[in-house]
């Protein structure tokens, strides 16, 4: 093997190492989610939902989770899940969003964050999100145009409408 032939052998491998190790640094550096996936994530309108998920919502970036049906935005502020049966009657707080009915159910979701969930659509869409981190209103117009399309089959009502 010629003195040229073995410089030019060392200089790839040398790049490729160099490359090698940038690449496991980054994929290393960014976070990666992985939760349990809601029950009904393998419903076709779930597949629908999370083909369209944004890559920014409420200003955050959207990180990378293998979890089917679910997305993850801001290193975890913000966590959507499709794929649950649809709510039963509630007192909760409820609001329109574009077409969309939520149920807002304040400080009941694993380590104090706030749990939004469609009513009246199943599968439901559930989004965590940590208070003061995203801003709710920004998240549900960001999102209910992603579940309008599953068929609604009962809406919120406040407790002045019901007799």
Known sequence: MSRSTRIAGLTIGAIALTTAAIVTVRMLSEPS??????PLADDPACTRVSEQYPDRLAGLDRADTSTRGAA???DGAVVARCGFPKLKATEDACAEVDGVDWVWRTGKGSDGRELLVTYGREPALEVQLV???????SI???LSSLVKPIEQTGECLSLSDVP
């Open 33 to 38: 989610f992985s939760f349990a996936a809601a």
């Open 140 to 142: 549900l117009v960001g």
């Open 131 to 137: 208070r003061g981190q995203a801003a709710a209103d």
């Open 72 to 74: 993850v935005w801001g």
